[in-house]
């Protein structure tokens, strides 16, 4: 089925196979798990996969091998590509309309100058929250019970020689600095452990959903102050960048459980491992890190440190989830001028200008897309 020429057909005009042909879509990284859904995609378009590096990736837009194609499909887990910096976007066709990315944080992305450009990108925010509340969760029982200091001692023969005792879940308040679709997971299943639940966000909750997730909103100083375990699940940019570093640990309640599964850079992991040493902080529990793949040798050595090499979304349900929405975000914007979960926002998107072949005049014709 070539749906352009469908819908052309509708509006009168006669049209063949040969007229019109299903626009490119570049690919970086494969699509590994949603293999149906990329058969149904590749009936609306022809996916085209980059076989070189990142350097050759500029190299073959700058020299215009690229162009003519309507969007790209980026997946950094996938490929050694990087991120989009301006290095890219500067050279990207002017074909192009939306780069879709299977993930849910683009930090490093270059997301202005893509606007600039006239690009739409996208990314799949709500479905790693269940994944990444899961990750929480499990980082919470293990630096509060000291869960992975005894697997570590059993494993050396030790048995559960010098591990201390735990504390349990139920009577401890847990702070969430950052109340999303992440963060409301985070909620739930903090209630079903028996946890008090305070949040901090840029915006209230309306209280009919704070009382969905039985979450109390605080003041950011409050949460700092009355927390038994910090979760931080807030965003990376430049207003994010170290928001927790030494003056936020010496408000924290001695002895806190601190847990990051936002960004590491969200943490000034020097003054970390210092609240650490000092034992502000009783223990941590990691899956993100200011320098990943390099970890604080600190950390690495702590006995009641709960680290993880960035696996919040690491699971076969996760990764399938994201490549549907990519790919759906792919289709819904260059068949209709919109996305699923746009990050950016274009005026004056022209759906149906990235995709014509040069053997139709485009300024022929007034169509509107619809379903």
Known sequence: MNWLKTKMGSHGWDITDDDVKKPNVLFLGPIIAATQELEDFEE?????????????????????????????????????????????????????????????????????????????????????????????????????????????????????????????????????????????????????????????????????????????YVAYDTLLRESDVLVICVPLNDSTRHMISTPQFEKMKKGIVFINIARGAVVDEAALVQALASGRVASAGLDVFEFEPKVHDALLKHPQCTLLPHMGTSTEESVLDMEKLALRNVKKFLMHGEAISAVNKVEGIKPLEHVMTDGIDISKLSLTLQG
Request: net charge positive; hydrophobic share 35%; proline share 3%.
């Open 44 to 216: 609306y378009f022809t996916v085209k996969q980059h076989d070189g590096n990142r350097q050759e990736l500029i190299n073959r837009c700058k020299k215009g091998k690229y162009d003519g194609y309507a969007g790209i499909l980026w997946n950094p887990a996938e490929s050694s590509f990087g991120t989009l910096d301006k290095d890219v976007v500067s050279v990207l066709p002017a074909s192009m309309s939306v780069i879709s990315l299977p993930l849910a944080g683009y930090d490093g992305f270059d997301i202005d100058g893509c606007t600039a450009k006239g690009l739409t990108v996208t990314n799949t925010p709500g479905v790693v929250a269940g994944p990444c509340a899961d990750t929480v969760m499990f980082l919470i029982l293990g630096c509060l019970r000291h869960f992975s200091q005894g697997q570590t001692s059993l494993r050396q023969g030790k048995w559960d020689h010098g591990v201390p005792r735990g504390h349990d879940l139920g009577s401890k308040t847990i702070g969430i600095l950052g109340m999303g679709g992440i963060g409301k997971a985070i909620a739930r299943r903090a209630n079903a452990f028996g946890m008090m639940v305070n949040y901090y966000n840029r915006k209230r909750l309306d209280i009919r959903v704070e009382a969905e997730y039985n979450a109390h």
